[in-house]
């Protein structure tokens, strides 16, 4: 299979998408050829939240009865945006501040309907300090009516479409936040969206960016950080699986996230000379951000706190799409070759060890429950361990009962907690992630069970059954090997 091309393909046509229906169609024999489609994820399979479990096994039915789904919600979207220009009186107003801490960059060309839903859930649901920037690329819908509608926004009205990338150094240099939020028009934001990215950006040590979990209309998640190969090809990670599944749900390290929903020191973002324009009208410029970023020793973190609907729609032929793609991966393996030898070559096996940038030792605790937050050993053991950089999975086989106290505040400190409703296949999860951990510290009746076995999974791992703080003591010996 040629990965790169499989990778530029998904990239342009993620899967889910009218795009990648499109594809199926015009190019169907193609693409069954490649054997392109979503990376099927078994690792743990969580419902996660209940509620979401109907709309993921139904998500192939949507795409079977696409064309009547998607029209349906779009024309909801045209409806709401017609009753809104309809009313002379009707305007939508931001709260104005002296000093934004944020300044909100989305660029428009044509949608006036998503534009518009986009702006409603910034409105309802943004709680910082904040500016909101628009350029628009010389609209010829009702963008522009709208737009003169929304009072206390800055908005530059481009003659002809400068394209996304120069859009967007357009607008940046208007800013007068701190932080700098590009957001595309084609989404909606949730409660405390801006207030987890902001917070995740001045606590996280060395955050130089942050991005949000990226979920499709029908349910499914786009994205939850990405990944760059070492041939430059890219995988969104997580791309159709529950957005909600554990190993979706804790704050990681990684090479990129998305430019729909990405937060930037403003400051830095001008040190890197903006979006490099080589890449101009669109395609891996924030993968080359990011990777800048990450060169001079910032960090990009993703944060599954902020969930944002993205509805990832685009036009252009698959011919025109994939050659941009394909010139720009060119580009950007031409700059960064150095810095790629580095990374993992793109494979479905790699990607457990690809999602995580944080190098420490990979540490697999099983215990019967998860710890309560606060002044219990367990607990603080694995904070220390993610604070110190080490990669660390919690697995509580048994259900679990709705989501425990501790599980969230583990989450927000880069432990991945393995736990559900329902019983866990320890064996299978082991089987799928052999060799991957370092250190495993087993504890609990679960915990017994599985001593005897551990070594046919993990066999160059260090075992331990005892006190949970013994693992602090193993670090330094596993940092040595």
């Not at 109907?54 to 009547?68: P, T």
């Not at 009707?90 to 534009?115: G, H």
């Not at 479409?161 to 120069?166: I, M, T, V, Y």
């Not at 990011?290 to 698959?318: A, N, T």
Request: a positive charge.
């Amino acid at each position: 299979m040629n990965h790169r091309l499989m990778r530029i393909i998904e990239n342009i046509f993620p899967s889910g998408t009218g795009r990648r229906r499109f594809l199926s169609v015009a190019a169907g024999p193609l693409t069954r050829f490649l054997g392109i489609g979503s990376f099927k994820f078994t690792t743990c399979s969580s419902v996660g939240n209940r509620r979401f479990h109907g709309l993921i096994e139904n998500a192939e039915a949507i795409d079977r009865r696409a064309k009547v789904y998607w029209e349906s919600i779009l024309n909801l979207l045209k409806i709401k945006t017609e009753l809104f220009l309809a009313d002379p009186d009707s305007v939508l107003e931001f709260p104005k501040f002296e000093a934004p801490v944020v300044s909100i960059l989305l660029v428009t060309y044509n949608r006036a309907e998503y534009t518009f839903q986009c702006l409603e859930t910034v409105k309802a649901h943004s709680d910082v300090p904040y500016e909101v920037i628009i350029v628009d690329n010389a609209s010829a819908d009702q963008t522009r009516a709208l737009l003169d509608r929304v009072k206390n926004i800055t908005v530059l009205k481009n003659d002809e479409n400068a394209g996304f990338l120069k859009a967007c150094n357009q607008g940046v240099k208007q800013a007068k936040g701190k932080h700098i939020l590009f957001l595309n028009n084609d989404t909606q934001v949730g409660p405390r969206w801006l207030t987890e990215l902001v917070s995740t950006m001045e606590t996280y040590p060395d955050c130089g960016a942050v991005g949000a979990k990226m979920i499709m209309p029908d349910g499914r998640l786009q994205e939850a950080g990405s990944i760059i190969w070492r041939d430059g090809s890219t995988t969104c990670y997580g791309r159709g699986a529950n957005p909600f599944a554990p190993e979706f749900s804790h704050v990681r390290e990684v090479d990129y996230c998305g430019g729909a929903c990405l937060l930037v020191r403003k400051d830095l973002f001008f040190e890197l000379g903006g979006f490099d324009e080589r890449y101009a009208p669109a395609y891996y410029e924030e993968s080359d951000l990011c990777l800048g970023i990450r060169r001079r020793g910032r960090k990009v973190v993703f944060q599954p706190d902020v969930s944002v609907i993205h509805y990832e729609y685009g036009s252009g032929s698959f011919k025109k799409a994939l050659k941009i793609a394909r010139t720009n991966q060119g580009k950007f393996l031409e700059k960064w070759r150095k810095s790629l030898e580095e990374y993992y070559a793109p494979s479905d096996e790699n990607i457990l060890y690809a999602r995580d940038k944080r190098n420490g030792p990979r540490i697999l605790m099983i215990d019967d429950k998860v710890p309560a937050a606060g002044k219990n050993r367990a607990f603080e053991v694995m904070t220390r361990l993610a604070d110190s950089g080490c990669v660390v999975t919690l697995l509580v086989p048994e259900p679990s009962g709705p989501l425990q106290p501790g599980t969230k505040h583990l989450r927000q400190m880069g432990v991945e907690v393995l736990s559900d409703e329902e019983k866990i296949d320890v064996f299978k999860l082991m089987a799928e992630r052999k060799n991957f951990y370092d250190l495993i510290h087993l504890s609990g009746r679960r915990g017994n069970e599985i001593n005897g076995r551990i070594k046919e999974y993990f066999p160059k791992a260090s075992i331990i059954d005892g006190d949970p703080a013994e693992i602090l003591q193993k670090i330094d010996e596993v940092r040595k090997t």
